[in-house]
């Protein structure tokens, strides 16, 4: 059976947590301690979670992962068949990864190192504001963001349903930053019943 290290609370964990539930793939969860993570440092040679191990063969970081469960069991699909749709994923995925963390990420590094306030963090919370339109337009006249349920909803609802909501014990700066500072307006009204939907698809 595929091991899974995880830890609570962890959206990148959550990625995969839903493609393996979508394709009914069953795994052996360890739990990770944020504090102390000798176990998937001994696993993996690095201290990031999700790891995915299946056997000798050990596999980091969500996108990747969500792409080697794809190839080995393609049951299910999360990715489109087709090359158009997949290129956009793909691109979707990306800029998701390296354009829309960034703000979030700066915002949390710097009221972890005691700024809380500035023009910068200003500047940072409108493009996270703005932002959220982006996704309304995206999900106008559909349920998900390309269509059928894929990869990309996997890749973004973990982040995006802070928009709503929180769990009160959630010790993650970058996850209050996202609460915080990109609550739904009014007309997201698409975006808001998406979370919804993606929120009850279950996770592994």
């Not at 080697?68 to 999360?78: A, C, F, K, N, Q």
Request: with cysteine.
């Amino acid at each position: 059976m595929l091991r899974f290290y995880r830890f609570k609370q962890s959206t990148n964990v959550e990625r995969v947590a839903l493609v393996l539930a979508h394709k009914g793939i069953e795994v052996e969860s360890v739990l990770v301690d944020p504090d102390d993570r000798a176990n998937v440092r001994e696993a993996s040679g690095q201290e990031l979670v999700p790891v995915l191990v299946d056997g000798d063969e050990v596999v980091t970081d969500s996108t990747r992962i969500m792409h080697w469960l794809e190839d080995r069991h393609p049951d299910r699909p999360v990715f489109p068949a087709d090359p158009a749709p997949a290129a956009e994923v793909e691109i979707f995925i990306d800029w998701f990864n390296r354009v829309w963390k960034r703000e979030p990420n700066m915002i949390a590094d710097a009221l972890d190192a005691g700024r809380a306030g500035g023009e910068d963090l200003d500047r940072w919370t409108a493009r996270l504001q703005r932002r959220l339109d982006f996704f309304e337009g995206l999900l106008s006249g559909r349920d998900h963001l390309f269509g059928e349920f894929g990869a990309a909803d996997c890749a973004a609802y973990p982040f995006l349903r802070y928009a709503v909501g929180i769990d009160q014990d959630d010790p993650w700066t970058f996850h209050r930053v996202i609460h915080e500072r990109m609550p739904l307006q009014p007309h997201h009204v698409n975006l808001r019943a998406w979370i919804g939907r993606m929120g009850e698809r279950p996770m592994a």
